[in-house]
């Protein structure tokens, strides 16, 4: 039985799974199983790729397309695992990222999500400087990335990803459903995930607008984590997102929630 469940949705990205799986099985951890979910790809070289999949501890899920968080979904609803840790098709991941963090869930049955420090590779190279983790930093946006390791048990008590989220913020509505069941956050000094970065990105191209109106959801979904601080945060959304990408958006990102 395995002890770690990779869920790898790919929607033609096929091209990428090489390196993806590789970095998975090049892992010092070994009880892993790997689920590659198909989400409904219509690339003929990435339906052929899947098509011909053939890897140790994997296995392919195939669906219609439904979106990111609806594939992740059928993935862990089909995985062994007692820990999950969701990779994106394009991403890599370091050999001593899942031994350490499995070891830090396991000693600490209060702890949630442990993710670890980054480094982005393709269109632009080198370390992915988030902020740590922090109640008043997740209010502000999300600072952990996807390829996190949390409980299985855990996804069950909070219903999952949420599927109506589909333009990239679900990974930050489930971090807060987490933190919402009273979990705590580690991130491991070790450099163990590798992003892919492209010339340009869902989110990057979102609207300030959309993103406010976003944030407003999150806000409303999750009353028991933003609390208080929604009546001073909710007028200020519109300039917020305005100001995205400046240095007075990062500096009050990087500045707040020691």
Not at 145 to 163: I, K
Request: proline content about 5%; charged content about 25%.
């Amino acid at each position: 039985m395995p002890l770690i469940s990779i869920i790898i949705p790919c929607y033609n990205q096929g091209r990428y799974l090489a390196e993806s799986i590789g970095s998975v099985l090049a892992s010092d951890f070994t009880e892993l199983e790997i689920i590659v979910v198909d989400d409904g790809s219509t690339e003929p070289e990435t339906r052929r790729i899947l098509d011909m999949l053939e890897y140790p501890k994997t296995r392919l899920i195939r669906r219609a397309n439904g979106g990111l968080a609806a594939a992740r979904n059928s993935g862990i609803a089909e995985a062994q695992g007692r820990y999950i840790l969701p990779l994106d098709a394009d991403d890599r991941i370091g050999p001593e990222y899942l031994g350490q963090a499995v070891a830090a869930l396991e000693a600490d049955p209060q702890l949630g999500v442990v993710y670890c420090r980054a480094e982005r590779f393709g269109a632009e190279s080198g370390p992915w400087r988030l902020a740590p983790a922090s109640r008043v930093r997740m209010m502000l946006g999300n600072v952990i990335f996807c390829a996190a390791l949390y409980r299985r048990d855990d996804w069950q008590m909070v219903g999952g990803y949420d599927e109506l989220l589909r333009r990239g913020w679900e990974d930050w509505d489930f971090w807060l459903s987490l933190l919402e069941l009273g979990r705590t956050v580690c991130c491991l000094p070790l450099v163990g995930f590798f992003y892919r970065k492209h010339p340009a990105s869902m989110a990057a191209g979102m609207a300030a607008s959309l993103k406010a109106q976003l944030h407003c959801r999150l806000m409303a979904k999750h009353p028991r984590f933003f609390g208080g601080w929604s009546a001073w945060l909710l007028p200020l959304l519109p300039l917020y997102y305005r100001l995205a990408g400046g240095e007075l958006y990062r500096g009050i990102k990087k500045g707040l929630g020691r």
